[in-house]
């Protein structure tokens, strides 16, 4: 008996970690008028009544993460028929140049 529920366990975490890794967003690129990328993660709406859902939410990430952090909350919007887009701000995460570098920048000497 407990070698068959050491095997159910293991396949319920393994079916449970095959369900988080599966991702709703669509990564894109955003181009600013100054030619910045922008990385975001696009989540669109599940179409749940046959229309399409006319609602959305934009989320802005903390000063001290990245978009990552809305990718639970994100693919939950989008089962609920709310498309929603999470973009890392100038700097951080993957919308990294050498002018916009928070790493860099907090590693200077300051005045």
Request: aromatic share 8%; hydrophobic share 30%; net charge positive.
């Given at each position: 008996m407990p070698?068959?529920?050491?095997s159910l366990c293991t396949s319920v975490l393994l079916s449970s970690l095959l369900i988080s890794?599966?991702?709703?967003a669509t990564e894109i690129t955003l181009t600013t008028s100054d030619n910045f990328s922008?990385?975001?993660?696009y989540y669109p709406?599940?179409?749940?009544?046959?229309?399409?859902?006319?609602?959305a939410v934009l989320m802005?990430?903390?000063c001290n993460y990245n978009r990552t952090m809305y990718n639970a909350i994100g693919e939950q919007l989008a089962q609920?028929?709310?498309?929603a887009l999470s973009l890392d701000f100038?700097?951080?995460g993957e919308s990294?140049?050498?002018e916009y570098n928070v790493d860099v920048i907090q590693k200077s000497p300051q005045a």
């Open positions: 070698r068959l529920f050491t890794i599966t991702s709703f922008l990385k975001a993660d709406g599940e179409n749940t009544t046959q229309k399409l859902s006319n609602r802005l990430h903390q609920r028929g709310i498309h100038r700097g951080f990294i140049s050498e």
